[in-house]
Protein backbone atom coordinates (compact mmCIF):
# COMPACT_ATOMS: atom_id res chain seq x y z
CA UNK A 1 0.00 0.00 0.00
CA UNK A 2 2.98 2.34 1.12
CA UNK A 3 4.36 1.72 -2.23
CA UNK A 4 1.72 2.45 -4.31
CA UNK A 5 0.83 5.35 -2.42
CA UNK A 6 4.40 6.45 -3.40
CA UNK A 7 4.02 5.32 -6.92
CA UNK A 8 1.05 7.74 -7.62
CA UNK A 9 2.82 10.68 -5.48
CA UNK A 10 5.03 10.45 -7.95
CA UNK A 11 3.27 10.65 -10.77
CA UNK A 12 1.14 13.26 -9.86
CA UNK A 13 3.88 15.69 -8.50
CA UNK A 14 6.54 14.66 -11.36
CA UNK A 15 9.42 16.06 -9.54
CA UNK A 16 10.58 14.11 -6.45
CA UNK A 17 11.22 15.47 -3.04
CA UNK A 18 11.49 14.27 0.56
CA UNK A 19 7.74 14.91 0.85
CA UNK A 20 6.48 12.59 -1.82
CA UNK A 21 7.84 9.70 0.32
CA UNK A 22 4.99 8.80 2.43
CA UNK A 23 7.18 7.42 5.17
CA UNK A 24 9.87 9.63 5.53
CA UNK A 25 10.44 8.22 9.20
CA UNK A 26 11.73 5.11 8.21
CA UNK A 27 14.69 6.79 6.63
CA UNK A 28 15.19 9.23 9.76
CA UNK A 29 17.64 7.44 12.86
CA UNK A 30 15.84 7.43 16.16
CA UNK A 31 17.35 9.89 18.09
CA UNK A 32 17.81 7.23 21.48
CA UNK A 33 20.40 5.11 20.97
CA UNK A 34 19.63 1.12 22.33
CA UNK A 35 21.74 0.61 25.18
CA UNK A 36 21.79 -2.62 27.76
CA UNK A 37 20.28 -1.98 31.24
CA UNK A 38 23.44 -3.04 32.80
CA UNK A 39 25.63 -0.71 30.50
CA UNK A 40 24.48 2.97 30.38
CA UNK A 41 26.25 5.68 28.95
CA UNK A 42 27.81 8.05 31.00
CA UNK A 43 30.11 10.58 29.64
CA UNK A 44 33.36 9.11 31.84
CA UNK A 45 32.64 5.95 29.85
CA UNK A 46 32.61 7.80 26.35
CA UNK A 47 35.94 9.10 27.31
CA UNK A 48 37.83 5.96 28.55
CA UNK A 49 36.17 3.74 25.36
CA UNK A 50 37.55 6.40 22.86
CA UNK A 51 40.94 6.64 24.05
CA UNK A 52 40.78 2.58 24.32
CA UNK A 53 39.41 2.17 20.44
CA UNK A 54 42.62 4.57 19.38
CA UNK A 55 45.07 3.11 21.44
CA UNK A 56 47.51 0.48 20.45
CA UNK A 57 48.32 -0.93 23.51
CA UNK A 58 45.74 -3.34 23.42
CA UNK A 59 47.21 -4.81 20.89
CA UNK A 60 50.15 -7.38 21.04
CA UNK A 61 53.19 -5.72 19.80
CA UNK A 62 51.61 -2.24 20.62
CA UNK A 63 50.95 -1.38 17.04
CA UNK A 64 47.46 -2.10 15.78
CA UNK A 65 44.48 -0.17 17.09
CA UNK A 66 40.83 -0.84 16.71
CA UNK A 67 40.88 2.81 14.58
CA UNK A 68 43.59 1.08 12.30
CA UNK A 69 40.45 -0.92 10.69
CA UNK A 70 38.16 1.28 11.86
CA UNK A 71 39.12 4.71 10.83
CA UNK A 72 36.88 8.19 10.87
CA UNK A 73 38.50 9.35 7.99
CA UNK A 74 37.77 5.88 5.50
CA UNK A 75 34.44 5.81 6.78
CA UNK A 76 35.18 4.05 10.08
CA UNK A 77 36.42 1.25 7.88
CA UNK A 78 39.83 0.98 6.22
CA UNK A 79 41.05 0.93 2.84
CA UNK A 80 42.26 -2.47 2.35
CA UNK A 81 40.73 -5.61 0.47
CA UNK A 82 41.09 -7.79 3.55
CA UNK A 83 41.87 -6.80 7.42
CA UNK A 84 45.90 -6.58 7.87
CA UNK A 85 46.69 -7.06 11.35
CA UNK A 86 49.30 -8.59 13.73
CA UNK A 87 52.39 -9.04 11.98
CA UNK A 88 50.82 -8.16 8.90
CA UNK A 89 48.94 -10.46 8.45
CA UNK A 90 45.68 -10.97 6.35
CA UNK A 91 42.27 -11.97 7.44
CA UNK A 92 39.62 -13.33 5.36
CA UNK A 93 37.37 -10.69 5.26
CA UNK A 94 36.72 -7.11 4.55
CA UNK A 95 36.84 -4.26 7.57
CA UNK A 96 33.00 -3.19 7.87
CA UNK A 97 32.12 0.74 9.42
CA UNK A 98 31.32 0.83 13.07
CA UNK A 99 28.99 3.72 12.23
CA UNK A 100 24.88 3.30 14.02
CA UNK A 101 26.51 -0.56 15.04
CA UNK A 102 24.14 0.58 18.19
CA UNK A 103 21.28 0.13 16.34
CA UNK A 104 22.21 -3.43 15.10
CA UNK A 105 21.28 -6.74 17.44
CA UNK A 106 23.60 -9.28 15.05
CA UNK A 107 27.27 -8.83 14.56
CA UNK A 108 30.18 -9.44 12.17
CA UNK A 109 29.81 -10.27 8.41
CA UNK A 110 28.63 -14.03 9.43
CA UNK A 111 26.29 -13.07 12.52
CA UNK A 112 28.53 -14.34 15.48
CA UNK A 113 27.80 -11.75 18.21
CA UNK A 114 24.89 -10.36 19.71
CA UNK A 115 26.42 -7.50 21.41
CA UNK A 116 28.59 -4.60 20.87
CA UNK A 117 30.55 -5.60 24.28
CA UNK A 118 30.18 -9.50 22.96
CA UNK A 119 32.05 -8.20 19.99
CA UNK A 120 34.92 -5.52 20.98
CA UNK A 121 36.94 -8.52 22.45
CA UNK A 122 36.66 -10.89 19.36
CA UNK A 123 39.33 -8.18 17.22
CA UNK A 124 41.68 -7.75 20.42
CA UNK A 125 42.34 -11.56 20.86
CA UNK A 126 41.88 -12.49 17.20
CA UNK A 127 45.17 -14.36 15.66
CA UNK A 128 44.60 -12.00 12.64
CA UNK A 129 44.01 -8.81 14.00
CA UNK A 130 45.34 -7.33 17.82
CA UNK A 131 46.22 -11.18 19.13
CA UNK A 132 46.55 -10.13 22.64
CA UNK A 133 44.42 -12.07 24.94
CA UNK A 134 41.79 -9.87 27.03
CA UNK A 135 43.38 -10.97 30.06
CA UNK A 136 46.60 -9.54 29.31
CA UNK A 137 45.24 -6.27 27.92
CA UNK A 138 43.98 -6.10 31.06
CA UNK A 139 47.42 -6.07 32.89
CA UNK A 140 48.96 -3.93 30.56
CA UNK A 141 45.98 -1.50 31.31
CA UNK A 142 46.09 -2.30 35.26
CA UNK A 143 50.05 -1.10 34.67
CA UNK A 144 49.06 2.44 33.11
CA UNK A 145 48.42 5.45 35.76
CA UNK A 146 46.31 7.25 33.38
CA UNK A 147 43.96 4.16 32.66
CA UNK A 148 43.80 3.26 36.16
CA UNK A 149 42.13 6.71 36.83
CA UNK A 150 40.30 6.88 33.87
CA UNK A 151 38.78 3.75 34.99
CA UNK A 152 38.10 4.29 38.57
CA UNK A 153 35.79 7.21 36.98
CA UNK A 154 34.18 5.41 34.76
CA UNK A 155 33.32 2.16 36.80
CA UNK A 156 34.11 3.06 40.81
CA UNK A 157 33.01 -0.60 41.57
CA UNK A 158 34.62 -2.39 39.15
CA UNK A 159 37.84 -1.28 37.89
CA UNK A 160 40.23 -2.84 35.55
CA UNK A 161 38.39 -6.09 34.20
CA UNK A 162 37.43 -7.56 30.88
CA UNK A 163 33.93 -6.50 31.24
CA UNK A 164 34.73 -3.22 32.23
CA UNK A 165 37.25 -3.10 28.73
CA UNK A 166 34.63 -4.23 26.47
CA UNK A 167 32.44 -1.78 28.01
CA UNK A 168 33.93 0.77 27.77
CA UNK A 169 34.90 0.19 24.13
CA UNK A 170 31.07 -0.23 23.53
CA UNK A 171 29.91 2.53 24.82
CA UNK A 172 32.18 4.57 22.58
CA UNK A 173 30.77 2.74 19.57
CA UNK A 174 27.32 4.13 20.71
CA UNK A 175 28.07 7.14 20.04
CA UNK A 176 29.14 6.79 16.60
CA UNK A 177 26.06 7.45 14.65
CA UNK A 178 24.51 8.52 11.52
CA UNK A 179 22.61 12.08 10.79
CA UNK A 180 24.50 14.55 9.47
CA UNK A 181 24.68 13.41 5.64
CA UNK A 182 23.37 15.36 3.20
CA UNK A 183 20.35 12.95 2.42
CA UNK A 184 19.25 12.65 6.37
CA UNK A 185 19.20 17.08 5.84
CA UNK A 186 17.01 16.12 2.30
CA UNK A 187 14.75 13.79 4.13
CA UNK A 188 14.03 15.99 6.84
CA UNK A 189 12.95 19.19 4.68
CA UNK A 190 15.90 20.87 2.91
CA UNK A 191 15.15 20.04 -0.37
CA UNK A 192 18.49 22.20 -1.57
CA UNK A 193 20.60 19.71 -0.17
CA UNK A 194 19.99 16.59 -3.11
CA UNK A 195 20.63 17.28 -6.84
CA UNK A 196 17.85 16.45 -9.03
CA UNK A 197 20.22 12.94 -10.38
CA UNK A 198 20.44 12.28 -7.13
CA UNK A 199 17.12 12.46 -5.93
CA UNK A 200 16.17 10.36 -8.75
CA UNK A 201 18.71 7.97 -7.79
CA UNK A 202 17.00 7.17 -4.67
CA UNK A 203 13.69 6.90 -6.57
CA UNK A 204 14.90 4.16 -8.69
CA UNK A 205 16.71 2.69 -5.31
CA UNK A 206 13.19 2.46 -3.77
CA UNK A 207 11.13 1.28 -7.10
CA UNK A 208 13.03 -0.45 -9.86
CA UNK A 209 15.77 -1.17 -8.13
CA UNK A 210 13.59 -2.51 -5.02
CA UNK A 211 17.22 -2.63 -3.19
CA UNK A 212 15.19 -1.91 -0.16
CA UNK A 213 13.95 -5.60 0.24
CA UNK A 214 17.47 -5.79 1.85
CA UNK A 215 18.92 -2.34 2.55
CA UNK A 216 16.06 -0.94 3.89
CA UNK A 217 15.77 1.38 7.11
CA UNK A 218 18.12 4.65 8.04
CA UNK A 219 20.85 2.21 7.83
CA UNK A 220 20.22 0.96 4.80
CA UNK A 221 20.09 -2.89 6.08
CA UNK A 222 17.60 -5.27 7.73
CA UNK A 223 20.24 -7.27 9.28
CA UNK A 224 19.25 -10.32 7.13
CA UNK A 225 21.95 -12.72 5.67
CA UNK A 226 22.26 -13.62 2.14
CA UNK A 227 24.15 -15.24 -0.40
CA UNK A 228 25.16 -12.46 -3.48
CA UNK A 229 26.93 -14.75 -5.78
CA UNK A 230 30.48 -13.90 -4.00
CA UNK A 231 31.76 -17.05 -3.47
CA UNK A 232 35.30 -17.06 -2.35
CA UNK A 233 34.56 -20.07 -0.28
CA UNK A 234 33.96 -18.40 2.67
CA UNK A 235 31.09 -20.43 4.13
CA UNK A 236 29.38 -17.18 5.93
CA UNK A 237 26.24 -17.59 8.00
CA UNK A 238 26.95 -20.87 7.21
CA UNK A 239 29.65 -20.82 10.37
CA UNK A 240 27.11 -19.90 12.90
CA UNK A 241 24.06 -21.69 12.24
CA UNK A 242 25.72 -25.27 10.90
CA UNK A 243 22.98 -25.37 7.49
CA UNK A 244 24.19 -25.99 4.16
CA UNK A 245 21.24 -23.49 3.05
CA UNK A 246 23.72 -20.44 4.88
CA UNK A 247 26.59 -21.43 3.00
CA UNK A 248 28.26 -17.93 1.65
CA UNK A 249 25.40 -15.71 2.92
CA UNK A 250 26.46 -12.44 4.40
CA UNK A 251 24.99 -9.84 6.32
CA UNK A 252 23.66 -6.93 4.23
CA UNK A 253 26.01 -4.36 5.20
CA UNK A 254 25.18 -1.13 5.79
CA UNK A 255 25.37 1.75 2.70
CA UNK A 256 26.26 4.64 4.83
CA UNK A 257 29.26 6.34 4.58
CA UNK A 258 29.79 3.71 1.31
CA UNK A 259 31.37 5.80 -1.03
CA UNK A 260 34.80 6.06 1.81
CA UNK A 261 34.49 2.39 2.72
CA UNK A 262 35.66 0.73 -0.20
CA UNK A 263 36.73 -1.77 -1.33
CA UNK A 264 33.31 -3.53 -0.88
CA UNK A 265 31.70 -7.08 0.11
CA UNK A 266 33.07 -9.40 2.50
CA UNK A 267 35.69 -10.23 0.87
CA UNK A 268 36.68 -6.61 -0.48
CA UNK A 269 37.15 -7.68 -4.07
CA UNK A 270 35.50 -4.84 -5.94
CA UNK A 271 36.78 -1.52 -5.93
CA UNK A 272 34.46 0.57 -7.18
CA UNK A 273 30.99 1.70 -6.07
CA UNK A 274 29.54 1.21 -9.56
CA UNK A 275 30.22 -2.17 -10.43
CA UNK A 276 29.42 -2.83 -6.50
CA UNK A 277 26.03 -1.51 -7.45
CA UNK A 278 26.04 -2.91 -10.77
CA UNK A 279 26.45 -6.30 -9.63
CA UNK A 280 23.52 -5.81 -7.14
CA UNK A 281 21.43 -4.54 -9.77
CA UNK A 282 21.89 -7.68 -12.54
CA UNK A 283 21.27 -10.32 -9.67
CA UNK A 284 24.55 -10.70 -8.23
CA UNK A 285 28.22 -11.98 -9.40
CA UNK A 286 28.02 -15.73 -9.40
CA UNK A 287 24.48 -16.27 -10.86
CA UNK A 288 24.31 -19.90 -10.38
CA UNK A 289 25.80 -19.94 -7.04
CA UNK A 290 24.79 -22.36 -4.79
CA UNK A 291 21.80 -20.64 -2.56
CA UNK A 292 22.38 -17.27 -4.48
CA UNK A 293 19.41 -15.24 -2.70
CA UNK A 294 15.93 -15.41 -5.06
CA UNK A 295 15.37 -12.33 -4.09
CA UNK A 296 18.32 -11.08 -5.79
CA UNK A 297 17.18 -11.28 -9.69
CA UNK A 298 18.43 -8.68 -12.34
CA UNK A 299 16.23 -5.52 -12.60
CA UNK A 300 17.28 -4.67 -16.06
CA UNK A 301 18.42 -0.92 -15.33
CA UNK A 302 20.23 1.01 -17.69
CA UNK A 303 23.60 2.30 -17.34
CA UNK A 304 22.55 5.62 -16.09
CA UNK A 305 19.58 4.46 -13.93
CA UNK A 306 22.68 2.71 -12.26
CA UNK A 307 24.92 6.48 -12.13
CA UNK A 308 21.33 7.97 -10.75
CA UNK A 309 21.89 5.11 -7.86
CA UNK A 310 25.59 5.93 -7.10
CA UNK A 311 25.17 9.09 -7.00
CA UNK A 312 22.38 8.70 -4.66
CA UNK A 313 24.42 6.47 -2.86
CA UNK A 314 27.31 9.30 -2.44
CA UNK A 315 25.10 11.47 -0.22
CA UNK A 316 24.67 9.08 2.72
CA UNK A 317 28.66 9.98 3.23
CA UNK A 318 28.88 11.70 7.00
CA UNK A 319 31.29 14.66 7.57
CA UNK A 320 34.83 13.27 9.13
CA UNK A 321 34.08 13.87 12.80
CA UNK A 322 36.24 16.36 14.68
CA UNK A 323 37.28 14.44 17.20
C1 LIG B 1 43.02 -5.77 11.77
C2 LIG B 1 41.81 -5.03 11.50
C3 LIG B 1 40.79 -4.86 12.60
C4 LIG B 1 41.00 -4.42 13.88
C5 LIG B 1 42.31 -4.06 14.54
C6 LIG B 1 39.69 -4.34 14.50
N1 LIG B 1 38.73 -4.70 13.62
FE1 LIG B 1 36.73 -4.62 13.92
N2 LIG B 1 36.44 -5.66 12.25
C7 LIG B 1 37.41 -6.02 11.34
C8 LIG B 1 36.88 -6.99 10.39
C9 LIG B 1 37.63 -7.64 9.25
C10 LIG B 1 35.53 -7.20 10.78
C11 LIG B 1 34.56 -8.18 10.14
C12 LIG B 1 34.97 -9.57 10.63
C13 LIG B 1 33.97 -10.65 10.36
O1 LIG B 1 32.83 -10.35 10.01
O2 LIG B 1 34.31 -11.83 10.52
C14 LIG B 1 35.28 -6.34 11.93
C15 LIG B 1 34.05 -6.19 12.55
C16 LIG B 1 33.80 -5.29 13.56
C17 LIG B 1 32.49 -4.92 14.06
C18 LIG B 1 31.15 -5.46 13.56
C19 LIG B 1 30.54 -4.55 12.54
C20 LIG B 1 29.32 -5.15 11.91
O3 LIG B 1 28.66 -4.44 11.15
O4 LIG B 1 28.99 -6.32 12.12
C21 LIG B 1 32.67 -4.02 15.07
C22 LIG B 1 31.61 -3.33 15.90
C23 LIG B 1 34.11 -3.85 15.23
N3 LIG B 1 34.75 -4.62 14.29
C24 LIG B 1 34.72 -3.12 16.23
C25 LIG B 1 36.09 -3.25 16.53
C26 LIG B 1 36.70 -2.84 17.78
C27 LIG B 1 35.98 -2.26 18.97
C28 LIG B 1 38.03 -3.09 17.67
C29 LIG B 1 39.12 -2.89 18.70
C30 LIG B 1 38.94 -3.60 19.95
C31 LIG B 1 38.24 -3.63 16.33
N4 LIG B 1 37.05 -3.73 15.69
C32 LIG B 1 39.49 -3.94 15.80
C33 LIG B 1 38.71 -5.56 11.33
C34 LIG B 1 39.35 -5.07 12.46
C1 LIG C 1 18.61 -10.04 -1.37
C2 LIG C 1 19.17 -8.95 -0.60
C3 LIG C 1 19.80 -7.79 -1.32
C4 LIG C 1 19.25 -6.98 -2.31
C5 LIG C 1 17.88 -7.08 -2.93
C6 LIG C 1 20.27 -6.00 -2.63
N1 LIG C 1 21.40 -6.21 -1.87
FE1 LIG C 1 23.09 -5.11 -1.91
N2 LIG C 1 23.99 -6.46 -0.69
C7 LIG C 1 23.37 -7.53 -0.08
C8 LIG C 1 24.35 -8.32 0.64
C9 LIG C 1 24.07 -9.57 1.47
C10 LIG C 1 25.60 -7.73 0.40
C11 LIG C 1 26.97 -8.23 0.90
C12 LIG C 1 27.28 -9.53 0.18
C13 LIG C 1 28.69 -10.04 0.35
O1 LIG C 1 29.58 -9.28 0.75
O2 LIG C 1 28.90 -11.21 0.05
C14 LIG C 1 25.33 -6.52 -0.41
C15 LIG C 1 26.30 -5.60 -0.79
C16 LIG C 1 26.01 -4.40 -1.44
C17 LIG C 1 26.98 -3.35 -1.67
C18 LIG C 1 28.41 -3.36 -1.17
C19 LIG C 1 28.44 -2.85 0.25
C20 LIG C 1 29.70 -3.03 1.04
O3 LIG C 1 29.89 -2.34 2.04
O4 LIG C 1 30.53 -3.90 0.72
C21 LIG C 1 26.33 -2.35 -2.35
C22 LIG C 1 26.91 -1.04 -2.79
C23 LIG C 1 24.96 -2.80 -2.54
N3 LIG C 1 24.80 -4.04 -1.97
C24 LIG C 1 23.98 -2.07 -3.21
C25 LIG C 1 22.74 -2.60 -3.56
C26 LIG C 1 21.82 -1.95 -4.46
C27 LIG C 1 22.03 -0.61 -5.12
C28 LIG C 1 20.73 -2.79 -4.58
C29 LIG C 1 19.52 -2.61 -5.46
C30 LIG C 1 19.78 -2.63 -6.87
C31 LIG C 1 20.99 -3.94 -3.73
N4 LIG C 1 22.21 -3.80 -3.15
C32 LIG C 1 20.12 -5.00 -3.57
C33 LIG C 1 22.04 -7.82 -0.14
C34 LIG C 1 21.15 -7.29 -1.07
Known amino acids: MKRILFSVALLLSNAFTAQTITNTQEWIRPQKIPTPVDNPITKEK??????????PLLSRANNIACSSC?????????ADEVAIGDQGRKGPRNSPTILNSAYQYIYFWDGRAKSLEEQALGPIQAHVEMNLDPKEAVKKLQQNTTYQQMFQKAFPK?????????????????????????????????T????DKEAKGFTTFLDKGNCTICHNGFSFSDQSFNNVGIDNGDTGRKAVKKRAFWHGAFKTPTLRNIENSAPYFHDGSVKSLEEAVTICVEGGRDKNATNKANLLVDKHLTKDEIKEIVSFLKTLSEPVPDL
Do not use: Y
Request: hydrophobic share 40%; no cysteine; aromatic share 10%.
Open 46 to 55: IILGKKLFFD
Open 70 to 78: HDPVKGWSD
Open 158 to 190: EGITVKTLAKAIATFERTIVSGESRFDKWIAGD
Open 192 to 195: SKLS
